[in-house]
C-alpha cells in the first residue's frame, strides 16, 4: 500500500511532469469507477500538486484570458479546483501519450497538444478515491514528514486518549496521529528502535518532550552501515533517538532514495529492497495484529501480543462460523487442535440424552424387559409354532363335528313336522 514517501513522490511525479503542458478539455472519468465524476471543463489550464500524509491535492488552475465572458457562456471553468485523492492499495500517476493510456486509467486529464498526451489516477484494484473540490481530510493529523512540530506537539498532548491504550504497532497506523504511516514504515521504525511492536503505545511514548531539541542537529542517512561480528553475521547498526523523530526521519529517507514504482521509465525497486532492515527480510517474524494487519519484528512481540494467531484463511473461515464475535473465549476455541470438535459432538450426544431420562420414568427398566421378551420368544419360538399348529388342527376338526349334530337335530325336528 502506497504510504505518506510514495504519495509524496507522486506529487513530485505530477509537478516535474506536467511543468509548463496546458491541459484542455473535460476531466474523464473511466466507466468502471464508483468515484464521483469532476465537473471541471477549460479549454486551458494547468496541474500542480500537493501531498500531505496519505493525501494528495491535484490544483487545476485555468488560464488567464482576455475573453472571460466567451469562456463562461461556453461552460468553462473560470476558477480553480481542488481534487483531493487517496490511493487505496494499489494507486499512482502515469503521465502517457493517449495510444499508450494504461489499463486501470480511471480518471484522465488531456494535454493540448498534438499529439495528446494524458496525465492518469491509475488503480487496479480501485480501492483509491478522489474529491472534487474537496479538503483535506479534518480527521487526519499533521504530516509525519512536512508538518513535524504540529504532528509531535499533537502527539505528546494527547497520550491520555484511549487510543493509546493499545499497542504501539497498531497506533501507528492511526491516521489521527501518524498521518502518512503505514505497514512497512511501522515495521522499519520499531526495529531499528528495539521496541516490542505489542507493548502499550502510551508505555513508549510517555516521557517524550512536544518539542525536539535534537531536530536541527539530526540528518537524514542516506546509507546505513553495517557491523560484523567475529562470527561474520550482519547487524545492522540502530539510530538512537525517540520515536516519533524516526516517524519524521525514516519516511525521509524514503523519499531520498527517489522512485518507487512511480517514474513509469524506470520501476526499480532495488534501491528500495536494499534500504528495508526488517520488513519482509529474511530472519524476521511476522503476525497478524488484531486489525488483521501483518506485522513484521525481530524478537519479543510484547504482552499485548494477540492471543490466537490465525493464517488469513483461518480467519475467514472463523469469521463465518463464529459470526464476528471475537471474545477471548471465542479466540481461546478456534486456537485449539482438532480435538475440540469431538468434543463438541460428544457434548451434543449427552443433551440429547438428557430429557429422555426426564420424560421416562424407568427407560432401563422397560428396556430390560423389552430385551427379556425378545430373547424368550426367539427361544421358544419352534415350541409356539407346534402348538399353534396343533390348536389349528383341533379347531378344524371341532368345526364340524360341532355343526353335524345341529345340522341333524334340525332335521328331525322338520321331519317330526
Known amino acids: 500500500m502506497p504510504e505518506g514517501p510514495e504519495l509524496h513522490l507522486a506529487s513530485l511525479y505530477v509537478n516535474k511532469m506536467c511543468a509548463g503542458v496546458v491541459f484542455t478539455g473535460p476531466v474523464r472519468k473511466s466507466e468502471v469507477s464508483k468515484s464521483p465524476d469532476v465537473a471541471f471543463a477549460c479549454e486551458a489550464y494547468l496541474i500542480t500538486a500537493t501531498s500531505r500524509g496519505k493525501e494528495v491535492k491535484l490544483t487545476l488552475t485555468p488560464m488567464k484570458s482576455d475573453d472571460t465572458k466567451q469562456r463562461v457562456k461556453a461552460g468553462q471553468a473560470d476558477q ?22 494504461p489499463k486501470h486509467a480511471h480518471l484522465r486529464f488531456y494535454s493540448k497538444e498534438t499529439p495528446c498526451r494524458v496525465l492518469s489516477f491509475v488503480d487496479a484494484r480501485r480501492f483509491g478515491t478522489w474529491h472534487p473540490n474537496g479538503t483535506w481530510q479534518p480527521d487526519r493529523g499533521p504530516c509525519i514528514m512536512f508538518e513535524y512540530e504540529s ?11 484511549r487510543a493509546f491504550d493499545k499497542p504501539i ?23 531499528r528502535l528495539n521496541i516490542p511492536p ?7 511514548l510517555e516521557g517524550l518532550e512536544s518539542e ?27 539510530e538512537t533517538g525517540d520515536l516519533l523523530r524516526l516517524c519524521h526521519t525514516v519516511p525521509l529517507e524514503v523519499v531520498s532514495l527517489g522512485g518507487k514504482g512511480y517514474d513509469p521509465q524506470k520501476a526499480d525497486y532495488s534501491d528500495f529492497e536494499a534500504w528495508l532492515q526488517c520488513y519482509y527480510k529474511d530472519g524476521m ?10 506485522m513484521w519484528f525481530k524478537g519479543d512481540p510484547g504482552p499485548m501480543t494477540p492471543k490466537v494467531l490465525k493464517s488469513p484463511k483461518a480467519k475467514k473461515k472463523a469469521k463465518k462460523e463464529e459470526d464476528h464475535d471475537y471474545t477471548d473465549n471465542k479466540k481461546v476455541a478456534r486456537g485449539r487442535s482438532e480435538s475440540t470438535p469431538k468434543k463438541k459432538v460428544v457434548k451434543q450426544e449427552t443433551a440429547t440424552k438428557t430429557p429422555k431420562k ?60
Open 358 to 417: 426426564e420424560k421416562d420414568a424407568h427407560p432401563k427398566e422397560a428396556g430390560s424387559k423389552r430385551r427379556e421378551t425378545e430373547k424368550s420368544e426367539e427361544v421358544n419360538a419352534p415350541q409356539t409354532k407346534e402348538r399353534s399348529a396343533a390348536r389349528g388342527r383341533k379347531s378344524s376338526s371341532a368345526e364340524p363335528t360341532a355343526g353335524a349334530p345341529r345340522r341333524s337335530s334340525r332335521m328331525t325336528r322338520q321331519n317330526s313336522k
Open 151 to 161: 504532528f509531535r506537539e499533537k502527539v505528546v498532548s494527547r497520550l491520555s486518549d
Open 80 to 101: 480553480a479546483m481542488d481534487i483531493v485523492l487517496r490511493f487505496g492499495m494499489s494507486g499512482y500517476f502515469r503521465f502517457t501519450t493517449e495510444d499508450e493510456l
Open 212 to 238: 525536539d531539541l535534537c531536530e536541527n542537529e539530526k540528518k537524514v542517512k542516506d546509507e546505513i552501515p553495517d557491523t560484523k561480528t567475529s562470527d561474520g553475521d550482519t547487524q545492522l547498526k540502530r
Open 169 to 191: 504497532c497498531e497506533v501507528l497506523l492511526n491516521q489521527k496521529y501518524f498521518n502518512g504511516i503505514g505497514n512497512y514504515l511501522r515495521a522499519e521504525i520499531l526495529f
Open 198 to 204: 505489542f507493548v502499550a503505545a502510551r508505555v513508549v
Open 285 to 294: 517474524t511476522s503476525i497478524r495484529d488484531h486489525n488483521g494487519r501483518t
